[in-house]
C-alpha cells in the first residue's frame, strides 16, 4: 500500500491517455482524499503513522486518542518507542521496529506487543503494518488490534484447562485406585468377607481378625445404634438401607448400601467424611450468598438461558418492583411481561446473541412495578455452565438507576429550557420573572409569577402604567422614570432596585434590570428583563445593619479591654477600655503589630493553637492565656486573654486587668509562707514541750509518786500487825491508790514520749502501738514492715511526725470508719519514709478531706507532714475505705 501526498494512492502506469478535464480530476482527487481520511479517522481501531527515519508520529485517529489517553498533540510528540512494549514488558529497540515478515501483499505480518497507556498500564495488541510514503517520507501506517480482553480469556483458559487435567488424572487414580468396601455379614450379624478397602475402614491388617466375630464385639454398639437398626431393619424386612451415619471413635461419615439376602447382609461401605465438610462448606458459602443477595439494594436473580428466560432465583429485592419473591417465581413471564414494549425486543434480542457467547453481557432497560410506574435498570448478566452436568442458566444482578436516569433527563430538560430561554429572553437576567415591553405599541407583558408575588391577578398588558405608577414607592417612581429614560436615551445598563407595595399594602423589594434593542433609526423598540423578588436580603441586610450597630455598642461599652486582631497579628480595631487600659489614645493602637504589645512573650494565638480553633463554628471554647502587655509609658501591665476566632481572617482576644489578682495572688503566698513557718514553730515547740513535761512527769511527779509508794509499802510491812485494823485497811487502799497513780504517769508517759520511738526507732514504737491497741472494739490493726527496715532509724523529728500521723489515722479508722481490719505498711531507706494506713471501714467523704469544722484531726496530720517537707494524701479506696499517705524524702517531697 502506497500513498501519495498524504492520502492519494499512486496511479498505476499504462499507455498514454487522452488529457481529462483538469477540473474534474481535482474534484476526483480531493473527493478520495476526503473519504481516506474519512475512513481513517472514523476507523473503530487505533490506527497511526510514524516516521521510519526518526520513528515519530505523523498522523493518529480518534480511536487511538480515546484508548490511549493522550490528547493529539501529545501523541504527535511521541515516537513508536514510547508506545511499544514486549511482551515481557520491555522498552522496544530500533531494530525490533523493522523485525516484522513482510508478506507477499506488501503487508507486514501480525506481530504481538504490548502497548503502554497514558495512565501507566499496558494493552496486549496486535499490529498490522505498510509501508507508504507520507508527504514525501517514507513512512509506516500502523492498525493495532486490542486483544488484551482475548489474551486475558485465553489466559484464563489454559489455566482452567490445567486445572481440569489435573483434576481428572486425581479422578482416574482415585477410580483405579480405591474401590467401595465391602462387607458380608450372616444373620446373626457376624462377619463372612471383608476386601481390602474394608479392612482399611475398620482398621484391621487381616480379615481373620474380624472373620466369624459378632460385628458389635469388635466395634462400640452405643456410637453404632444407626447402623445397628439399619442392619436389623434390613433383615426383617429383606429390603435394601441405603444411608449415611457418623462414626464417632473413628471421627468419619461413612456412606452404607445394604442389601439383605436369607443367608445374610451384603454392605457397601465409602467413606464420605470430605464430602461431608464440603457439604457443610457449600451450605455455608450458599448462606452467606443468600445473605448477602438479601441484603443488597440491588436484584440478584438467577433465570433459564432461554427466553422467556424465567426466574430461578430471585433476592428479596425484588420488593423495588412492588412485587413478593413467590409472585415473580410463580409466573415464568414476569419478567419479560414487566418489560416496557419499546425496550422488549431490544432487549430480548442482545441476550440471545450475548448468552450463545457466554461472555458478560450489560444492558439497560425498562421494567413496570406493581403500581404500573416504570422504573430503570442496568443488568449485568452471564451465562452460567454448571460443570455438573445440570442445566445451564443465567446469572446476574439489576441495579435500579431510575433516579440516576431521571436526574439525567431532568439535566437534560434544564439545558434544553436554558437553551430556548436563553434564545428567547437573551438580553435577561438568567433568574427572577421575565418581562418584556413591546415600546413600539406600549405594551408591558409581566409574567403571572410577578403578580403572584405580588398578591394581584394578572393584569392587561396595556394597562400596566397606571397600576405600576399606584404600586411603586413614591420616592423610587422618580428614580424609576429617569433611570428608564438615560437608558433609552443613553443606552446604559437599567439596573436598579424599587420598592412595590403588595396586596396586603407591605413593601416589597425588586430587583429590576432590562436590555433594550433599537431600531436603525435609533429608536427603542423592543424592551426585555426580568424583576427579583430581594426582600428577604433586604430584609437581612437591615438586620445586620441593626446588629452591627448592637455589637458596635456593646464592643465599646464592655468593661474589659476588646482587640480585633488580623491572621497576621496586626491590631484592626481596639474597644475603649482597651485604648485607656494600654495608655493609648485615638487610633494610635491600630495597625500595630501584637508582637509590639508584649513584653518579652510570643503570642499564644493563633501560632500555638490548633488550626480548627480560627473556624467561627469551631466546637473549642474561647482559649484562656495571661500575657504581659506593654503600656505606651513602658509600664508592664498582666492581662488574662480570652481568644476566639471572629471569622476565617480574625479573632478577637478580650483583656482584663490581672495587677489586682496578682496583688492578692502574692498576699496569699506570703500568707501561706508565715503560715507553714509558724505550724513548723508550732510543731517545733509542741515536741519540746511535750518533751519538758514529760521529763518533768518522770522526774518529778512520777518518782514522787513511787516513792510515797514504797514508803507506805514499808510501813505496812514493818508495823502491819500493830496498826489498828481500820488504819491499816485505810493504808492499803491508799498504796492501791499511789500504784494506779504510778501506771496512769506511765501511760501519758507513752502517749507524750513514746519510749521505744527514741530508743530503738520508727518501726520498734509502731509494733508496740499497734500490739497495745485494744481488740475489744473489733478492730484488727496488721503492721506490715519492709525488709531491711526493722532498725532503721531517720531524722528524730521525722520519726516522731510519722508516729503522731499513724496513731492519729489509726484512731480515726477505729472511731469514726468503724474499720475492722487496719493495715498499717512501713516502707522506703535510709533516705526516704513511705507510711500507709489503710483501713476497711466506711470511707470518708470527699468534702473531709481538708478536715471537719472543729476537728483538727486531720488538719494536725497535714500540719506535720509540712512540717518535715513530707508530702501527705488522703484517698479513697477502689474498694470502699481509707488511705492515709506520708511519703518524705531527704532531699525534700
Not at 144 to 166: F, G, W
Not at 761 to 779: H, S
Request: proline fraction near 5%; glycine fraction near 6%; include cysteine.
Amino acid at each position: 500500500m502506497r500513498a501519495h501526498n498524504g492520502w492519494m494512492p499512486t496511479p498505476e502506469r499504462g499507455p498514454p491517455q487522452k488529457p481529462k478535464d483538469l477540473s474534474a480530476t481535482r474534484d476526483a482527487a480531493w473527493a478520495s482524499e476526503q473519504q481516506c481520511r474519512l475512513l481513517f479517522d472514523g476507523h473503530p481501531q487505533p490506527i497511526w503513522v510514524f516516521d521510519q527515519s526518526n520513528m515519530r508520529m505523523l498522523a493518529v485517529n480518534a480511536a487511538a486518542i480515546t484508548r490511549y489517553g493522550y490528547s493529539r498533540e501529545e501523541f504527535l510528540q511521541l515516537t513508536v518507542l514510547d508506545v511499544r512494549r514486549t511482551l515481557q514488558g520491555e522498552r522496544l529497540t530500533v531494530a525490533q521496529v523493522d523485525q516484522d515478515v513482510i508478506g507477499p501483499n506488501g503487508l507486514r505480518l501480525t506481530t504481538r506487543w504490548q502497548h503502554a497507556l497514558k495512565d501507566g498500564n499496558v494493552m496486549d495488541v496486535e499490529v498490522t503494518s505498510c509501508d507508504l510514503l507520507w508527504e514525501g517520507r517514507a513512512a509506516r501506517l500502523v492498525v493495532v488490534n486490542d486483544v488484551t480482553e482475548r489474551t486475558a480469556m485465553q489466559r484464563q483458559a489454559e489455566q482452567a484447562m490445567r486445572e481440569t487435567s489435573t483434576v481428572r488424572e486425581l479422578l482416574d487414580h482415585v477410580i483405579h485406585r480405591v474401590g467401595d468396601a465391602i462387607i458380608a455379614l450372616d444373620k446373626n450379624l457376624r462377619f463372612t468377607y471383608l476386601n481390602a478397602p474394608a479392612l482399611r475402614l475398620l482398621q484391621r491388617e487381616r480379615a481373620e481378625q474380624l472373620v466369624g466375630s459378632y460385628i458389635w464385639d469388635e466395634y462400640e454398639l452405643e456410637h453404632g445404634r444407626a447402623f445397628h437398626s439399619a442392619y436389623t431393619r434390613a433383615l426383617r424386612n429383606q429390603q435394601s438401607e441405603i444411608f449415611e451415619a457418623f462414626y464417632a471413635p473413628w471421627d468419619k461419615w461413612i456412606e452404607v448400601r445394604v442389601f439383605p439376602s436369607p443367608e445374610g447382609l451384603s454392605i457397601f461401605c465409602n467413606d464420605i467424611t470430605e464430602r461431608k465438610l464440603f457439604e457443610r462448606l457449600l451450605l455455608d458459602r450458599e448462606r452467606d450468598f443468600r445473605l448477602l443477595a438479601e441484603h443488597m439494594p440491588a436484584m440478584i436473580y438467577r433465570a433459564s438461558v432461554e427466553p422467556p428466560y424465567h426466574a430461578l432465583y430471585v433476592s428479596p429485592s425484588i420488593q423495588i418492583l412492588g412485587y413478593t419473591v413467590q409472585s415473580w417465581m410463580a409466573d415464568p413471564m414476569a419478567w419479560t411481561q414487566a418489560l416496557h414494549p419499546d425496550d422488549r425486543e431490544r432487549a430480548l434480542g442482545a441476550l440471545s446473541e450475548a448468552y450463545v457467547d457466554g461472555g458478560d453481557h450489560q444492558i439497560q432497560y425498562r421494567l413496570r412495578d406493581a403500581q404500573g410506574q416504570w422504573r430503570h435498570f442496568r443488568d449485568r448478566s452471564r451465562r452460567i455452565d454448571p460443570t455438573d452436568g445440570s442445566p445451564a442458566y443465567v446469572q446476574g444482578i439489576a441495579l435500579d438507576v431510575t433516579d440516576l436516569v431521571e436526574s439525567e433527563q431532568a439535566l437534560r430538560a434544564s439545558e434544553a429550557s436554558l437553551r430556548r430561554s436563553e434564545q428567547r429572553y437573551r438580553l435577561a437576567a438568567a433568574s427572577g420573572q421575565v418581562w418584556d415591553w413591546d415600546i413600539a405599541h406600549d405594551r408591558l407583558n409581566l409574567s403571572p409569577d410577578f403578580w403572584a408575588q405580588l398578591g394581584f391577578e394578572p393584569m392587561p398588558a396595556t394597562a400596566y402604567s397606571s397600576c405600576l405608577g399606584a404600586l411603586i414607592h413614591p420616592e423610587d417612581l422618580i428614580l424609576y422614570r429617569n433611570a428608564m429614560r438615560r437608558h433609552l436615551r443613553d443606552r446604559k445598563p437599567f439596573v436598579m432596585e424599587v420598592r412595590l407595595s403588595d396586596a396586603r399594602g407591605a413593601w416589597r423589594w425588586l430587583h429590576v434590570q432590562g436590555q433594550a434593542e433599537w431600531n436603525d433609526q435609533g429608536w427603542a423598540t423592543f424592551m426585555a428583563g426580568t424583576t427579583v423578588d430581594i426582600s428577604p436580603r433586604k430584609k437581612a441586610e437591615a438586620a445586620l445593619r441593626e446588629s452591627e450597630a448592637y455589637r458596635r455598642k456593646l464592643f465599646e461599652h464592655l468593661a474589659d479591654g476588646v482587640l480585633l486582631i488580623d491572621r497576621d497579628d496586626r491590631i484592626l480595631d481596639a474597644n475603649p477600655q482597651a485604648l485607656n487600659m494600654l495608655g493609648y489614645t485615638g487610633e494610635s493602637l491600630l495597625n500595630m503589630s501584637l508582637q509590639a504589645l508584649l513584653a518579652n512573650q510570643e503570642p499564644t494565638f493563633p501560632a500555638t493553637l490548633p488550626v480548627d480553633h480560627l473556624q467561627p463554628q469551631s466546637p473549642h471554647p474561647s482559649t484562656l492565656t495571661e500575657w504581659n502587655v506593654l503600656r505606651r509609658d513602658g509600664t508592664v501591665l498582666p492581662v488574662e486573654v480570652s481568644i476566639r476566632a471572629l471569622d476565617a481572617e480574625r479573632y478577637i482576644a478580650v483583656l482584663r486587668d490581672m495587677s489586682d489578682r496578682r496583688a492578692a495572688q502574692q498576699a496569699l503566698l506570703t500568707h501561706q509562707l508565715e503560715l507553714s513557718e509558724l505550724n513548723q514553730r508550732l510543731m517545733k515547740q509542741e515536741q519540746s514541750t511535750t518533751q519538758r513535761l514529760a521529763q518533768a512527769l518522770h522526774d518529778n511527779l512520777g518518782q514522787s509518786l513511787a516513792v510515797a509508794r514504797l514508803n507506805l509499802e514499808a510501813v505496812l510491812i514493818s508495823e502491819g500487825a500493830t496498826l489498828p485494823a481500820a488504819l491499816a485497811a485505810q493504808c492499803q487502799r491508799l498504796s492501791q491508790v499511789l500504784a494506779q497513780a504510778v501506771l496512769d504517769v506511765r501511760e501519758v508517759l507513752a502517749d507524750l514520749r513514746p519510749p521505744l520511738l527514741e530508743e530503738l526507732g520508727l518501726a520498734a514504737a509502731l509494733d508496740n502501738e499497734t500490739r497495745a491497741t485494744p481488740q475489744t472494739l473489733g478492730t484488727d490493726v496488721l503492721l506490715e514492715i519492709a525488709e531491711g527496715l526493722n532498725r532503721q532509724r531517720w531524722p528524730t523529728d521525722v520519726e516522731y511526725c510519722a508516729f503522731m500521723v499513724v496513731r492519729e489515722a489509726i484512731a480515726n479508722a477505729r472511731l469514726h470508719a468503724r474499720a475492722s481490719l487496719i493495715r498499717v505498711l512501713l516502707g522506703g531507706d535510709g533516705s526516704r519514709l513511705m507510711v500507709d494506713v489503710i483501713d476497711d471501714g466506711a470511707g470518708m467523704p470527699p468534702d473531709m478531706s481538708q478536715g471537719r469544722p472543729g476537728h483538727l484531726g486531720i488538719v494536725g496530720m497535714r500540719e506535720r507532714a509540712i512540717s518535715i517537707g513530707a508530702r501527705f494524701a488522703i484517698i479513697a479506696e477502689p474498694g470502699g475505705g481509707t488511705r492515709v499517705s506520708l511519703n518524705w524524702g531527704a532531699s525534700g517531697p
